[in-house]
């Protein structure tokens, strides 16, 4: 299953390549420069990198079954560090098993830190009794105790009064709520780009190409539908004026065919990424969200969202 869907991938990443290089040589006014594809070699390479991860994330469980702690910690490191492709709860274990392991080190400080950048993604967590040390666990609930009380202490100092003007103090975006913003922007421009940023699998990938080809189609029949209908409103000869109007017509449908389908992907892309993603940031913005009716307006989707 591993190899049909890698050679699925390559099959996608060379056909959307030969797609631009036909639209590119058909028509000079398409420049490859200017739709906003990834190389296929990136691609490739994007994709290698994900599995790669996900390997290295296995070795590392692996290791801490077997109790060697300090390649835990090392594994985790490099991982961390790359920021490789993973979902949100994958983080979440690398951190739980790095913290784990500086734990059973005695290496303490270091073991809050990371038990502390779970809380940042969620405040709820808790470890397993089952196959964790109790020792473990009441390290990390007094580490959770602290952290909350801590926040709620943030909080209550959010706006600061002196005298009769009050002064809110910055308000810095989480980790989370910046991976989102970023994948808002994507998103916008692409349709799937976003998917594909929060977390790398087969269908954000696949989004991400649909929604790719889609744009470089809309551009190139966009461009070939003006071309051939000054080439039809020019023609002179009776003999050519049919075969220059059905040319003309050709592209005219596929340019709206490629506008309706690139439509729809990119309204399904925003609505899949903001409502119904597992990733925690979204909640930024369902609390800031409104699906209405009103007789007069119909069905209205409103939020609001602040780069």
Known sequence: MYFSVKALIIFIAVSGSLFLNFAQQNNPGVQRDSVLVPDSAKF???????????????IMKKKFEQFKYGDVISIANKLLLKKAPFKRA????????????????????????????????????????????PKIISF?????????????????????????????QTRYDTEHERRLKNAVARSLI???????????????????VLGTASLA??????????????????????????????EYNDSFKRRNISLITFGVLWVY???????FNDDASNQTI??????????????????KYSF
């Open 44 to 58: 490739l390479q994007a994709f290698n990198d994900s599995l790669a991860a996900q390997d290295s994330l296995s």
């Open 140 to 168: 990390y609930n007094q580490v959770k105790q602290n952290y909350i009380q801590q926040q709620k202490e943030i909080e209550a100092r959010t706006v600061v009064r002196i005298d009769t003007v009050y002064v809110p």
């Open 217 to 246: 189609s809309s551009i190139y029949y966009f461009l070939k539908t003006d071309e051939d209908q000054k080439a039809y409103l020019i023609e002179t000869n009776p003999d050519q004026i049919q075969s220059k109007y059905n």
């Open 190 to 208: 692409i349709p799937g780009l976003g998917q594909w940023y929060l977390e790398t699998n087969f269908k954000n990938i696949l989004f991400t």
């Open 286 to 303: 369902l609390k800031n969200s409104s699906l209405n009716y009103n007789e007069r307006r119909g069905l209205t989707l409103n939020f």
């Open 90 to 133: 994958d983080i979440i274990d690398i951190y739980k098993l790095k913290g784990i392991s500086h734990y059973s080190l005695s290496e303490d400080d270091a073991a809050r830190k990371s038990f502390i950048e779970i809380l940042r993604m969620d405040t709820s967590y808790t470890f397993d009794s089952t196959k964790i040390s």
């Open 269 to 275: 892309s925003q609505l899949d990424l903001l409502f």
